[in-house]
Nanobody, 121 residues
Framework: QLQLVESGGGSVQPGGSLRLSCATS??????LGWFRQAPGKEQGVASI??????SYADSVKGRFTISLDNAKNTLYLQMNNLQTEDTAMYYC??????????????????RGQGTPVTVSS
């Protein structure tokens, strides 16, 4: 059964860190990534291919790191120096083929249930 299950969201103060995880099963996706949704806004955050090529939205470059543990079929998003504008519901997403860039992730055909991230003082 094809599944994407996120975990790791929470509440932090500005400048804090969180690590999101996404356990995948049922298929060896060629492209995985994260996107986020805030009221009225959806944004691809980061993507990674099975061979490790990554892509990031400009707003998170230098602060977020995407990684993939192929042995565990688990995707990660390390988020450092979080800011209030990072507050959103974060979704893990995956696609079997096609372009793999941060901006293509929201259109991926498979996604998890989401995990909330709140950054506030």
């Amino acid at each position: 059964q094809l599944q994407l299950v996120e975990s790791g969201g929470g509440s932090v103060q500005p400048g804090g860190s969180l690590r999101l995880s996404c356990a995948t099963s049922g298929y060896d996706f060629s492209c995985l990534g994260w996107f986020r949704q805030a009221p009225g806004k959806e944004q691809g955050v980061a993507s990674i291919t099975r061979v490790g090529r990554t892509s990031y939205a400009d707003s998170v470059k230098g602060r977020f790191t995407i990684s993939l543990d192929n042995a565990k079929n688990t995707l990660y998003l390390q988020m450092n120096n979080l800011q209030t504008e990072d507050t959103a519901m974060y979704y893990c997403a995956a696609r079997k083929s096609g372009l793999c860039y941060d901006w293509t992730i929201p259109a991926s055909e498979y996604r998890g249930q989401g995990t909330p991230v709140t950054v506030s003082s």
